[in-house]
């Protein structure tokens, strides 16, 4: 088996791939209102030259594929690109970060086609503050989200970002939701990206605060999940609902990092907290070999940063969230 690894001995195993960096969503931490920098179509990558850099990834040591965005069911060609994702020999885990919007329409077709494990934003239970943080319909949502469990994609997790005056009172009803239907649930701290992720700093809640709460109210013990990637989970005793805990500002995870992200436009950014990044598209586009791509991918994982740089870089990172797919 091959192995991919970076210069501090991180073994570099998953790729996020953001399929699309356009969105039916304005979640104002991630896409402002207004905002309309997106990536033109001439300048994406063709479905042919996805498929070719998850393949030589795969080649390489990838095992972990998660689609992203952007809302990634917006791409009409999705699911011809799972099919092809899930031909790959080498790929054992595909899964998909969706808003829900269009789940209900998607669900089946997600899951003949390989995808087992989705991850789903869900950041209110009340429509008004949900219209409020992300301009969209609740119910299309919850909907999405009731089609994927009846239809059996399993793990269903949802991700919640926490942000103080808006949603930190909800705390509990998303507790007793995923209680309710066997969702794991993972908090988010805001994170500096982009002028959206810049502005919701001002709603910043530490994650310290949102576990003392629970366990004021639950008793918790420590649990480990499969595919935890950064998250930290705790379970609530006599239940099987397990709390995750996204916390890139209060603690860093750097050192277990095992992960890049592509864009749609074929940037290989080697961290989501630094600008450090190569561009594949030039080089696809001029027909480079299997091998040469390989070489390239190598070089490239070796120019992975030791950790992101959020806290020092207080003016945030410039590009837009769903670039990179979080
Ligand atoms: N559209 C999909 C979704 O919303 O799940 C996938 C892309 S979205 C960029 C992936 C994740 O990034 C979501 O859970 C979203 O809440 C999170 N996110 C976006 N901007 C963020 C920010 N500034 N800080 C923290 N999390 C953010
Ligand atoms: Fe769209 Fe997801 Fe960003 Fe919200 S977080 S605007 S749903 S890409």
Known sequence: MTILCDNFGRKIEYLRLSVTDRCDFRCFYCIPKGYNDFVQPESWLTLDQIVCVVRIFSELGISKVRLTGGEPLVRKDLPEMIERFHAL???EDLSLSTNASQLAKYAAVLKENG???INVSLDSLNPETFKQITQGDLQAVIDGLMEAKRIGLSPIKINMVVMKGL???EISDMVNFCLEHDFTLRFIETMPIGEGGVNATDYYVSLDD????LESKHDLEPTIMRGAGPATYLRVKGTNLRIGFITPMSQHFCE??????LTVEGTLFLCLGQQTNVELRPLLQQGISDEELKDVLRKAIQLKPKQHDFQEEKGGI???MSLTGG
């Open 89 to 91: 020999p080498e790929i």
């Open 115 to 117: 995808v087992g494990r």
């Open 167 to 169: 949603n930190d009172h």
């Open 210 to 213: 949102v576990r003392a709460e």
């Open 256 to 261: 277990t990092c095992n992960r890049v992200r």
């Open 318 to 320: 410039a590009r837009v």
